[in-house]
């Protein structure tokens, strides 16, 4: 048999970066095929570096990598998108690496999944584009949580297994879902569940973008359906993320008065 070739190009996304070394960076990416891997770029943190600006958190770029003992090498690299718009906003930019931390906290590595790599891509384009990046992100949400196998329960309750009635139910992240009024007290963490964001739930699993980017909700059902989701996600994960308080704060400094002096 010929031996592997020690060479290869793979399209990416990527999703954070760190230091290392003296000159280096490891760099977490996501790729069509190959799914997550960390990869390591020599001497990018030197100012004479032609690579530098090509490889930034949430840039989709070409690379060309060689495979290495322990890790592999990018040896070369073209930006394909950069995203101006999310760099030239905080909040959209603050969302934008909120999805490519719950890509990098949700998705094992080396775990081959293009419609993930698809899903996040479409993100990041919608969050440069779409007038509520927060409807954005609440669809990228239910579909990673359908991808990576861990879809809530919004159709029948999951203690007794009947239809849920159209009336407050309970939301119940460590039970995967949704429960009646009988079944609340025999949960752990109960929260009140609205009718209207029980809809909303149901049309973020059920729905297209098209047909989600259409919703126009209240700020009191936005922050409703938010809530339940961030506690499902955290949930699952063991851990909140961290981008998420990052979002938290923004809104907060948004919504200080201001002080004339």
Known sequence: MPA???LYKTEAIVLRQRRFGEADRMLTIYTPTMGKMDV????VRKTTSRMSGHLQPLNRCMLLVAQGHTVDIVTGCETLESFPALNDDLDRLSRALY???????????RAPGYPTYRLLLDTLRRLAEADSPDIVMRFAEMRLLDQSGFMPELEVCVGCGQALSPEQNFFAPQAGGVVCRVCASDVAGPRTLSLNAL?????????????????RMGEDLAVE???????????????????AAFIEKLRREEHRPVVEV
Not at 40 to 43: E, N
Not at 199 to 212: A, F, I, K, T
Not at 225 to 243: F, K, P
């Open 40 to 43: 390591k770029a020599r001497g």
């Open 199 to 215: 809809q909303v739930l149901r049309l973020l699993q059920r729905g297209s973008y098209n047909e989600v980017a259409r919703l």
């Open 99 to 109: 999805a490519a931390e719950l890509i990098d906290r949700f998705i094992p590595e």
């Open 4 to 6: 592997p070739a020690r």
């Open 225 to 243: 359906t938010e809530r339940h989701l961030r506690s499902y996600i955290v949930c699952v994960l063991e851990r909140d993320v961290n981008a």
